[in-house]
């Protein structure tokens, strides 16, 4: 019998929020529901490529940026 | 200058891009047949956008990078990529080289697209750009590979030193963001395009029509526009105002106006005018 690991606490575009350890950028990024094109992605000042996603596993206490472009300049 | 040599080698004839094969736009390896560039912050809706891109005929429209708002239904992106302009995306916020040189490496990330509008700005209020991190940033980018274009001060000295930087463009400003004071110093815009090789696109200050015309005979090479047409009571006429005030001023450019003079000298010829009331 497996015990299940202790969610990790991260900060998602300045909101703290609780998730299941071992969750990827690409599970968080997928949960918003849009298409991935014209998304980037940045843990802790510094860019996470896109290739990187699907095996980047989120650490607890990391803090997440997930930003698009919107109308500006 | 004799009669033959002012006749126009190919006159531009009348209507909309008439002229534009003959005179495109260069920036690093882009050619554009329009010299208005569209900043879109400040539109109510993306249905105006929309008809601000359109009677604008911009090719080139800047996007800001912000967090994503799992709620926003539509995109900016959408329009742009609709209607084939090329986006662009800024610094816009950034107040250091670091967080300038992130945001571009994310915009790079989310778009697919080395361009960027590097903005460093030294505060809130003035909004006017911090020429050290812009200096440092540029610098970086260019190594990194980016196509930059920097919105830099009236500075003449700081123009060439960002050219020599490697920058795609200049992109000196009339007057502060959003100001609509038009263009406050054109002696400084006019040695900056005579100090320059690189493309000089007049960006921020211009507040209606005549301000983007007077930026092209000063000789900029193209006018970068946001709030004149974005917090205008129509912004897509104002868009129509605009792209037709840098088409005339461009052609005026290249016409070569007239020297001023302190004194007024007739066009009429004088000789052979009568002599109808002898003293």
């Known amino acids: 019998m497996t015990e299940m690991p202790a969610p990790i606490g991260v900060v998602v575009n300045g909101r703290p929020t609780s998730l299941p350890a071992g969750t990827t950028v690409a599970t968080l990024v997928d949960g918003l529901h849009r298409s991935p094109g014209g998304i980037a992605v940045a843990i802790g000042g510094e860019v996470v490529p896109r290739s990187a996603w699907a095996g980047w596993s989120l650490d607890d206490g990391d803090r997440i940026e997930l930003l698009g472009a919107v109308q500006g300049g | 200058m004799t009669e033959t040599d002012r006749r126009s080698p190919t006159l531009p004839a009348p209507g909309p891009s008439a002229d534009a094969d003959a005179d495109p736009l260069r920036i690093a390896d882009g050619v554009f047949q329009t010299r208005l560039l569209l900043g879109t912050g400040g ?62 490496r994310l915009a790079r990330e ?95 200050g211009i507040g209606t029509a005549s301000d983007a015309a007077r930026a092209m005979e000063l000789g900029c090479d193209a006018v970068l526009v946001a709030s004149a047409i974005t917090r205008a009571a129509h912004p897509a006429w104002m868009a129509l105002a605009l792209a037709e005030a840098v088409r005339g001023g461009r052609l005026a450019r290249r016409a070569g106006r007239i020297p001023r003079r302190f004194h007024a000298r007739a066009s009429t010829a004088g000789e052979g005018l009568a002599e109808l009331d002898p003293a």
């Not at chain 2, 986006?87 to 945001?103: H, I």
């Not at chain 2, 812009?134 to 050219?163: I, N, W």
């Not at chain 2, 020599?164 to 200049?170: F, I, K, R, T």
Request: glycine share 8%; proline share 7%; charged share 20%.
């Open chain 2, 43 to 104: 539109l109510p809706s993306l249905t105006v956008l929309d008809e601000a891109v359109v009677a604008s005929g911009a090719e080139i429209a800047t996007v800001a990078m912000r967090r994503i708002d799992p709620t926003a239904r539509g995109s900016v992106l959408d329009v742009l990529r609709h209607r084939g302009v090329r986006v662009l995306p800024n610094t816009a916020g950034c107040q250091t080289a670091r967080e300038a040189v992130l945001t571009a």
């Open chain 2, 110 to 204: 989310a778009l697919g697209t080395a361009w960027v509008k590097l903005e460093v700005v030294g505060d809130d209020r003035t909004l006017l750009p911090d020429p050290v991190e812009l200096l440092a940033s540029a610098e970086q980018l260019v190594a990194d590979g980016f196509v930059v274009l920097p919105y830099t001060s009236d500075d003449p000295v700081l123009a060439r030193r960002l050219e020599q930087a490697g920058c795609a463009a200049v992109m000196p400003l009339g007057a502060p963001i959003g100001s609509g004071l038009g263009i406050r110093n054109p002696h400084n815009i006019a040695l900056i395009v005579e100090g320059v090789r690189v493309p000089v696109i007049l960006d921020a």
